[in-house]
């Protein structure tokens, strides 16, 4: 039970970086669109518009783990029949174990994305840009 609300914490915590980061990119936009006509500076535009789409895409993946959880912790009934755990314990368990790998995976989906997105910056400058996220 501690470790399911540390889970918690540490993904109420993601989504309020998540927010300061949104804002800071909401705040900054004009200034980087401003400044995309300038050569020397047209690169800071595909910057800021990876890591917008990265910060936009962790509630939409959020969204996809939370669904698919809740469609098998409702489905209790195909439990019974999983593996070689029966009665009343198996079920629970098999419950616990999906509950804490969907809290898992919700927690890992911010880092992969934002991992994706580094691995994307293949010029030096945007790669140290996007190192800030």
Same mark, same amino acid.
């Given at each position: ?27 900054? *936009? ?9 050569? =020397? ?19 939409? *993946? ?7 959880? *809740? ?5 209790? =009934?195909?439990?019974?029949?999983? *593996?070689?755990?029966? $009665?009343?314990?198996? =079920? ?26 580094? $691995? ?14």
């Amino acid at each position: 039970m501690i470790l399911a609300a540390l889970t918690l914490i540490a993904l109420l915590v993601m989504k309020v970086a998540k927010m300061i980061l949104l804002a800071i990119l909401f705040v900054t *936009g004009p200034l980087v669109i401003a400044l995309y006509p300038v050569p =020397e500076t047209s690169h800071l535009v595909k910057g800021w518009a990876t890591a917008l789409g990265s910060i936009v895409l962790i509630p939409v *993946g959020w969204c996809v783990i939370f669904a698919t959880a *809740g469609a098998l912790m409702g489905d209790r =009934e195909s439990y019974k029949t999983a *593996g070689t755990l029966k $009665g009343h314990f198996g =079920e629970d368990l098999l419950a616990a174990t999906t509950g804490f790998l969907t809290f898992y995976m919700a927690y890992k989906w911010p880092l992969i994305v934002l991992s994706q997105v580094r $691995g994307l910056a293949s010029n030096p400058v945007d790669a140290k840009i996007l190192a800030i996220i």
